[in-house]
């Protein structure tokens, strides 16, 4: 595995990234695409990943093959192509839909801090997934994931907490995410060995 940067991004081959930011440390698989996204420090994705207009925060695991802040179509109107917005490519005189587009960026799906996005899965627009939730393989998420929350199936539903809810809680106070890099690297030995409430114990 290549050594992270705090400087840039480690973007692999093939990707296309346009009008996003990153992090320190972040890593983006080869073939996936990144637009309109902020991506927070430390996070990665794996290969061939769609990332469309999200807020994405730190010390996020998101798989292959995950969509995230997937597009819709107009399905009210008479038909639901893109040629209704992507006209220009259509015809010469024809400008493209500025609105349509502006209000698609506009609907940003949000994805927290140390969050585990299975293989496969996606996010709808407008949705959040809340710190420390997990989301499992191949799920379509459309409403909001609660922190700590581990959620699967089409579409998906609630299969447990990830901790108590007191442990979570006090998970969110800590905000260990927002550790300087070299206090992260003290607490390696901590966050390998020890379970949640024995981490708390110690650093809560």
């Known amino acids: 595995m290549a050594r992270l940067k705090a400087e840039a991004p480690l973007i692999h081959p093939g990707c ?22 902020a991506v927070g420090d430390y996070s990665y994705c794996d290969r061939t990943c769609d990332i469309a207009n999200a807020q994405i925060g730190k010390f996020a695991n998101i798989a292959s093959c995950v969509r995230i802040g997937a597009t819709d179509h107009p399905m009210e109107k008479a038909s639901q192509h893109h040629f209704l917005y992507r006209s220009a490519s259509y015809w010469e005189d024809a400008e493209d839909d500025a609105d349509w587009f502006a209000r698609r960026a506009g609907r940003m799906a949000r994805i927290g801090h140390d ?62 995410w927002d550790w300087e890099h070299d206090a992260l690297r003290a607490a390696l030995p901590d966050f390998r060995q020890l379970r949640a409430e024995e981490f708390l114990e110690k650093y809560a």
């Open 115 to 176: 969050t585990w996005i299975g293989h496969g899965a996606m996010i709808k627009p407008e949705v959040t997934v809340g710190d420390g939730a997990v989301v499992a393989s191949g799920a379509i998420v459309t409403k909001d994931v609660a922190p700590y929350t581990i959620v699967g199936g089409n579409t998906a539903r609630v299969i447990r907490r990830r901790y108590p809810e007191a442990v979570a809680g006090q998970m969110l106070n800590l905000a260990w």
């Open 16 to 37: 296309e990234i346009t009008g996003s930011t990153f992090g320190a440390y972040v890593e983006i698989g080869a073939g996936s695409r990144v637009a309109n996204s």
